[in-house]
């Protein structure tokens, strides 16, 4: 089935630097969502993106559905102590009737 | 806003106990879903509902099984746990189309002695 390659696996970022997560797909996806899961919470959405080409912001986060409709990247601005914890993409192909999530990427912010 | 309630937060049970996981969502959403997760391997689907009594079976079903009598409640049951089902398990709801955006609970970790 479809699968969703989401990098990194985990980062180690200093407080205020810039972060740059990415998720690709071997097939094209009409969705792509992306989602913030604190320790021993569930999964927040964050941010929705349904165009190709689309950009998208939600205050310091900034997340574009990629022009190609394979890609879709997140970039988290000025980092801070609070955005510790797991991102995850997830999106839709035209094949797979559900939801396909990336294994996430785990977010260390140093303060 | 969207509100998804998971009836434990934490959960420990015995190998061979039958386990029941309670979900309920207040936005008459028409599709709600289980997930196991797991380190290193993301979110799997064990089963999903797009409508009352109606399910599917997700990538994972084995050993367990739901029940969706009420549109807003969605029940994971475990007919005799065992180890390997020591987890985080995720309630989500959605509506209009099956592949719509998620709202997910807070999860219930579920620890088999």
């Known amino acids: 089935g479809q699968q969703l390659n989401q990098s990194p696996q985990s980062m180690f970022i200093q407080e205020g630097e810039d972060v740059s997560m990415n998720c690709t797909s071997s097939?094209?996806?009409?969705?792509w969502l992306w989602y913030k899961q604190d320790p021993g919470e569930g999964p927040v959405l964050l941010i929705a993106l349904y165009k190709a080409g689309e950009l998208t912001s939600n205050g310091r986060l900034t997340a574009q559905f990629g022009i190609t409709r394979k890609d879709s990247f997140l970039n988290i601005s000025a980092s801070i102590p609070s955005d510790v914890g797991i991102y995850f993409c997830a999106g839709t192909g035209g094949s797979q009737g559900n939801l396909i999530f990336g294994k996430g990427t785990k977010l260390s912010v140093k303060p | 806003d969207v509100k998804v309630t998971q009836s434990s937060r934490y959960l420990v049970k015995r190998t061979g106990e039958k386990v029941f996981l309670e979900c309920v969502q207040d936005m008459d959403h028409e599709n709600m879903f289980w997930y196991r997760q797991d380190p290193g391997l993301g979110l799997r689907l064990i089963y999903f509902s797009y409508d009352v009594k109606m399910k599917e079976k997700g990538d994972i079903p084995e050993g367990y099984s739901v029940s969706r009598e009420k549109k807003e409640r969605f029940s994971l049951i475990l007919e005799s746990a065992s180890t390997n089902q020591t987890s985080m398990y995720l309630c989500a709801s959605s509506s209009g189309q099956i592949t719509d955006t998620q709202y997910f609970g807070p999860g219930t970790r579920l620890t088999v002695l």
């Open positions: 097939s094209i996806f009409n969705t």
